[in-house]
């Protein structure tokens, strides 16, 4: 399973259309759009989940820096949350 993250996505798109372009090239798990907690809106950003490397790899190529509704995507394979630091930083 290949997360993908896709950042610089349009405020009014819904996860169908951000399932919808994926779908393109290959099968689509899931499509997530992340929404903050407080207001229920988009934060703009989310992540789609391909099952196939080679269809991850196709469409991060082709949808990477394309107009998606007017807004050009940054379209990349997503790093795992144990990458990113945790809370405030200690020193």
């Given amino acids: 399973m290949i997360n993908i993250y896709v950042g610089n996505l349009p405020w009014g798109s819904s996860e169908d259309d951000l399932r919808a372009a994926f779908e393109a090239y290959g099968e689509v798990s899931s499509a997530k759009i992340i929404t903050d907690r407080e ?19 196709a469409a991060i190529q082709a949808l990477n820096e394309t107009d998606f509704q007017g807004r050009n995507l940054r379209v990349n394979e997503a790093r795992p949350r144990e990458d990113r630091p945790r809370g405030p930083r200690q020193f």
């Fill in 39 to 57: 207001s229920g809106r988009s934060r703009g950003f989310g992540f789609v989940e391909m099952p196939d490397k080679g269809s991850a790899e």
